[in-house]
């Protein structure tokens, strides 16, 4: 029988806890398969084993999630560097560049992956893209303040912002920010260029475009779980 979606996460999130030995200050991703890495971690410091080891959760999700499972959680203050943060995506491409941020944790996530050691992506095998925005809109957070002039800009671009919403109201970030979801009908073809000129409008927070950033990704499938390395 073919495994569902939810099986190939946890394989990936168990394959990922492969390299956990040696790690004093783990990063926790945001979202449903970096949800599964958080599990097997608190399986893990519930049987005994990584017992010198802290965590620095990417959203207050996984800070209640990682808690209640008895990891002991710090935060950038106390631990300024990372030697490892397992987090998913919402699309990855051959070089391993990513775009994230549909779980709405995009900037937090950002902020942890650099200041970490070692990223390392968990996903299922229907994330991969031979293009960004192939599949995903670029999420893009914005603060509430201007954040129709920021829509402007961002349709200048060559984007559609769409406004996130939950419950008819717009959705709000851990840090009270909106988040515009941009489909670009061209495509994303300089995904360097279009990253910075966003990250210069003012008002926006952060986009979720991570280049060049992650050093492996773990593709579950039904093949098994394989791990892609940055060359
Ligand atoms: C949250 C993220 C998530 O990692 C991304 O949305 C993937 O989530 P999922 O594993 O649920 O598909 O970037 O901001």
């Keep these: 029988m073919a495994r569902s979606t939810d099986e190939l996460k946890r394989l990936a999130a168990e ?11 783990l990063g926790l991703g945001t979202g449903s398969t970096a949800a599964h890495f958080v599990e097997v971690v608190g399986e893990m410091v519930q049987a005994g084993d990584l ?6 959760p990417t959203s207050v999700a996984t800070e209640k999630q990682a808690h209640e ?5 710090t935060d950038l203050e106390s631990h300024p560097q990372v030697d490892l943060t397992v987090d998913g995506a919402d699309e990855v491409s051959h070089d391993l560049d990513l ?3 549909l779980g709405g944790a995009l900037t937090r996530e950002k902020i942890v992956a650099s200041a970490s050691r070692e990223l390392i992506i968990v996903a299922d095998d229907s994330k991969m893209v031979t293009a960004l925005g192939e599949k995903s809109p670029l999420p893009v957070e914005v603060m509430p303040f201007g954040w129709k002039t920021v829509a402007l800009k961002l349709q200048n671009l060559g984007a559609e912002p769409d406004l996130r919403c939950k419950g008819g109201k ?11 979801d941009c489909m670009f009908a061209a495509g994303i073809t300089e995904p360097d260029a ?12 952060a986009q979720g475009m991570f280049l060049g950033m992650a ?4 593709i579950a499938s039904e ?3 394989r791990v892609l390395e940055r060359s």
């Design 99 to 101: 775009i994230k941020g």
């Design 170 to 180: 717009p959705f709000k970030t851990d840090q009270g920010n909106y988040i515009f």
């Design 194 to 205: 279009i990253g910075k000129l966003i990250d210069s409008i003012p008002g926006v927070v």
């Design 223 to 225: 093949g098994g779980a």
């Design 51 to 56: 017992e010198d080891m802290v965590a620095i």
């Design 15 to 25: 394959r990922a806890a492969l390299f956990l030995e040696g790690v004093r200050v």
């Design 69 to 73: 499972l008895g990891i002991t959680i």
């Design 215 to 218: 050093d492996r990704v773990i």
